[in-house]
């Protein structure tokens, strides 16, 4: 089990309370509005680990199912549902499936709109030796249980700490030029930096997850918002 993996199964609160901080700007929401139009759709959220897409957009949906892999983060995922049904928030309600990606367990063309966000790259890390083959697995999914006309969206990172967006490291890098140039998504940088209290939250919040590469610089620059980008890649079901 990697560094993430075991994050999603041990520390799934912790890594809401850190996305919890993220997007200060509210920039994805604005993007994912614009470019999935999730108005009155039927949306699958794969890998939606503690929910942070059906937080984001399942008040606009007909129906939402969100998947994840992890039952961890499923279980903070239905945490984050019941607290919009506790406090005073837009009532938002999703169904929740533990499964894999690479074998949806929906009928084909189901989704008028399919998002994986910050899930699909793992794979680059973690079938190294056959990563295409795993990754095709999961957009041929995806492909599959959205209707023709619809919509797929793929979230992933270009960097948090960095001041420009750009993939964190050399394989992300392959698999993006891959998704945009075999598979044909077109991509969309957009800033969701954090905002803490104070630099030590900001170290203390960040630290478990992004190592202490990140909590050093953090420091150095007295970071208490930490600049992230995030990039969009989107293509329709043709």
């Known amino acids: 089990m990697d560094h993430f993996e075991t994050i999603y199964s041990r520390r799934a609160v912790d890594y809401h309370r850190m996305i919890a901080a993220e997007d200060v700007d509210d920039n994805l929401p604005a993007a994912l509005y614009e470019i999935g139009q999730p108005h009155g759709k039927r949306i699958l959220d794969l890998g939606s680990g503690t929910g942070r897409i059906p937080l984001l957009l399942g008040s606009q949906a007909a129906q939402l199912i969100a998947i994840d892999l992890q039952r961890a983060m499923l279980l903070e995922n239905r945490h984050q549902k019941e607290l919009t049904f506790r406090k005073d928030l837009p009532k938002v309600d999703w169904s929740l499936v533990q499964a894999d990606m690479r074998q949806i367990p929906l009928v084909s063309g189901w989704a008028q709109l399919t998002l994986a966000g910050w899930a699909i790259g793992h794979m680059r890390a973690w079938f190294q030796q056959d990563w295409q083959r795993q990754m095709r697995s999961a957009l041929a999914e995806m492909l599959r249980v959205t209707q023709p006309g619809g919509r797929l969206i793929i979230i992933e990172t270009l960097g948090t700490g960095s001041l420009e967006p ?70 329709d079901n043709t």
């Not at 890098?173 to 969309?188: H, K, M, P, V």
């Not at 030590?200 to 992004?210: C, D, N, R, S, Y």
């Open 166 to 235: 750009k993939p964190p490291v050399e394989s992300l890098a392959e698999y993006y030029t891959w998704l945009e140039q075999d598979w044909g998504f077109w991509r969309r940088a957009i800033r969701t930096d954090y905002q803490f209290g104070s630099v030590e939250q900001a170290v203390a919040h960040t630290k478990f997850f992004f190592g202490s590469e990140l909590a050093d610089k953090i420091r150095a620059n007295r970071w208490r918002r930490v600049p992230e980008w995030t990039g969009i890649w989107t293509r």
